[in-house]
Antibody
Framework: EVQLAESGGGLVQPGGSLRLSCEASGFTFSIYWMHWVRQVSGKGLVWVSHISSDGSDTNYMDSVKGRFTISRDNAKNTLYLQMDSLRAEDTAIYYC????????????WGQGALVTVSS | SYVLTQPPSVSVAPGKTATITCAGNKIGSKIVHWYQQKAGQAPVLVIYYDSNRPSGIPERFSGSNSGNTATLTISRVEAGDEADYSCQVWDSSNAQGVFGGGTKLTVL
């Protein structure tokens, strides 16, 4: 059974840092692209970042470029999102999602990790 | 960047057909996917590649895409279909994912 489990969310002050993890199981993690998607409470889904299967290709939404870093450890079946210089507007639930490789849709999602940026 | 526009809400009576649209410039030339998200839960893929259903998704769910509008159609709507539905494409020019704002489906 495919499972994705996020961890590392929490409360952080503006300007602070947080690292999210997404532990994958039930599939060959190393051959799939992975993504982070976020959702502000009561609002729609917003794509944040992607990483290719070997980690060589990454990209970010414009508002997090230079502040967030996506990475992966295929030996540990784990995806990461390092978030620095956090702002109040980064407050959201962050989901990790598996890419099917068919036109980049997301067939499995984690349950999400809540990140709250507040003083 | 590419923009997808959805109506904020759609209401339908049980047993009727719900139609949820997703508008974008020449969206017919892109590949559209749809997600269902029930309250407090993670999204679930219900339509991929414009009109294909993943295993486990009822045949009542269908999709189409042409011109400037993609459409998710839910036939014989049930109370359990009440959820937020979001369309999504991959903007290959920027290598970024794009979601519509989501549509809340209410079953009357």
């Amino acid at each position: 059974e495919v499972q994705l489990a996020e961890s590392g969310g929490g409360l952080v002050q503006p300007g602070g840092s947080l690292r999210l993890s997404c532990e994958a199981s039930g599939f060959t993690f190393s051959i799939y692209w992975m993504h982070w998607v976020r959702q502000v409470s009561g609002k729609g889904l917003v794509w944040v970042s992607h990483i290719s299967s070997d980690g060589s290709d990454t990209n970010y939404m414009d508002s997090v470029k230079g502040r967030f870093t996506i990475s992966r450890d295929n030996a540990k079946n784990t995806l990461y999102l390092q978030m620095d210089s956090l702002r109040a507007e980064d407050t959201a639930i962050y989901y990790c999602a598996r890419d099917t490789a068919m036109a980049h849709n997301f067939d499995f999602w984690g349950q999400g990790a809540l990140v709250t940026v507040s003083s | 960047s590419y923009v997808l526009t959805q109506p904020p809400s759609v209401s339908v009576a049980p047993g009727k057909t719900a139609t949820i649209t997703c508008a974008g410039n020449k969206i017919g030339s892109k590949i559209v996917h749809w997600y269902q998200q029930k309250a407090g839960q993670a999204p679930v893929l219900v339509i991929y590649y414009d009109s294909n259903r993943p295993s486990g998704i009822p045949e009542r769910f269908s999709g189409s895409n042409s011109g400037n509008t993609a459409t998710l159609t839910i036939s014989r709507v049930e109370a359990g279909d009440e959820a937020d539905y979001s369309c999504q494409v991959w903007d290959s020019s920027n290598a970024q994912g794009v979601f519509g704002g989501g549509t809340k489906l209410t079953v009357l």
